[in-house]
């Protein structure tokens, strides 16, 4: 029974093998019959168009506060202290905002504001924007680039006509007068046709021109003198720590200054006869009589001591110094004393003992400065004061072939005629 139930399962089987054989050669193809499923494409989604943001320049004014200035410009009080937090938090010194300064506001299409930029200088730049509802800010300091560039002025009327002309920075012109303060008088020598030239650091912030640094060589011409002033730092020092010296090497800090105080005019010189504005007759003005504006600082022009400071009888209040090499030298008429000036006090040159006055025996604001050499009035325009020390001898070497590059820069970028050749081309 079993091998018949075997058999038959065989033959079917077979059976059904043949017919799906005769099925694949025989029956038709139906698959092309049935519809192809249809496919739809899918376009890419457009980009969402970043909302555009609205920019307001913010000027603040006088008394402004930062907070102030965007609860001015709508900006809600909770959002104007968060952006204010976060930009201390990130090294802004906000107490430095001045009248005139800029501030970058951007808003999104509903007014809210989402980015402020500040910049207290060029070379600093604080960026705080809206992250997810909190305050950031992105601090980015910008590398000065120094270029060391040629720049030169004549006088017409007086030094300060080359600030005025755009030819130099007031700063610049004040180092260039410090340089040779102890050679020459600005208030008294400086005249029309006067030139100068300087070989100075200019500071650049992503290419433009920012503020100036350190004059590294500098001439003055003036009436056929040509003053020279080099600056070098001796090697192990500090580069911020520049002496001057002429172009052989000698110091141009001299003992004594020419000019107790910031160059402006004389209003009467050393003489044995003048004619006194107030006592009246004819009277010796041993002194030199520098017009300057009240509470202009005046400063000694040497190192030394005090010996008096306070008032005088028709002096004023008078400050006087005694220095080295037998000196004295006097300041009379100021408004006040400097702070810390009593008698015995140590002063350094060029420190501040007082301010331009008119007290005592004076018809305006000016300093009455005499010096005295040897217990007998002197002038101090012609005397000859103690030179300053040359450079170390170790360094010489390398300082004249550094003396002789920045000259011959100055001369050949800033040719100037010489006196005599102005005055001939004057006369033709």
Request: no cysteine; charged share 25%.
């Amino acid at each position: 029974m079993i091998r018949k139930l075997g058999a038959l399962t065989l033959a079917v089987l077979g059976f059904t093998a043949i017919a799906a054989l005769l099925g694949w050669f025989v029956w038709p193809n139906r698959a092309s019959e049935l519809p192809s499923p249809e496919v739809t494409l899918v376009e890419p989604a457009t980009p969402t168009a970043t909302p555009a943001l609205r920019t307001d320049t913010i000027k603040l004014r006088k008394r402004d506060t930062m907070v102030a200035a965007l609860l001015r410009h709508d900006v809600s009080s909770a959002a104007a202290h968060e952006i204010t937090g976060a930009l201390r938090a990130a090294g802004a010194n906000l107490r430095l905002l001045q009248p005139g300064d800029e501030l970058e506001l951007a808003r999104a299409d509903d007014g809210r504001p989402v980015m402020l930029a500040f910049a207290p200088n060029a070379w600093l730049r604080f960026e705080a924007f809206d992250s997810d509802g909190k305050w950031e800010v992105d601090r980015t300091e910008i590398e000065p680039e120094i270029r060391t560039e040629v720049r030169q002025g004549e006088v017409r009327h007086s030094l300060w006509d080359t600030v005025e002309n755009g030819d130099v920075a007031p700063s610049v012109l004040l180092d260039l007068v410090q340089i040779f303060e102890s050679e020459f008088d600005f208030t008294a020598d400086t005249q029309p046709g006067d030139r100068f030239r300087l070989l100075v650091e200019t500071r650049y912030a992503d290419g433009v021109p920012v503020d100036f640094g350190r004059i590294l060589a500098a001439q003055y011409i003036s009436d056929g003198l040509t003053l020279t002033g080099v600056g070098f730092t001796a090697p192990g020092r500090a580069s911020d720590q520049l002496a001057y010296y002429d172009a052989e090497g000698g110091s141009l800090k001299k003992m004594f200054l020419r000019s107790p105080l910031q160059f402006t005019r004389i209003s009467s010189g050393f003489t044995y006869r003048r004619p006194h504005p107030i006592l009246g007759g004819t009277r010796p003005h041993l002194a030199i009589d520098y017009a300057a504006p009240t509470g202009t600082p005046v400063w000694a022009v040497a190192d030394g001591v005090v010996l008096f400071a306070g008032r005088n009888r028709g002096n004023g209040i008078q400050v006087q110094l005694r220095h080295r090499t037998g000196y004295q030298t006097y300041y009379n008429h100021l408004s006040r004393v400097g702070r810390g000036i009593r008698r015995g006090v140590n002063v350094g040159q060029k420190q501040v003992i007082g301010y331009v006055g008119s007290t005592g025996l004076s018809t305006g604001p000016h300093l009455d400065y005499r010096v005295k050499h040897s217990g007998k009035f002197v002038n101090p325009l012609n005397e000859k004061f103690l030179p300053g020390e040359q450079i170390a001898a170790a360094h010489r070497a390398q300082f004249l072939e550094r003396a002789r590059a920045f000259v011959a820069r100055l001369e050949q970028e800033a040719p100037s005629q010489r006196s005599g050749d102005r005055a001939s081309q004057s006369k033709s």
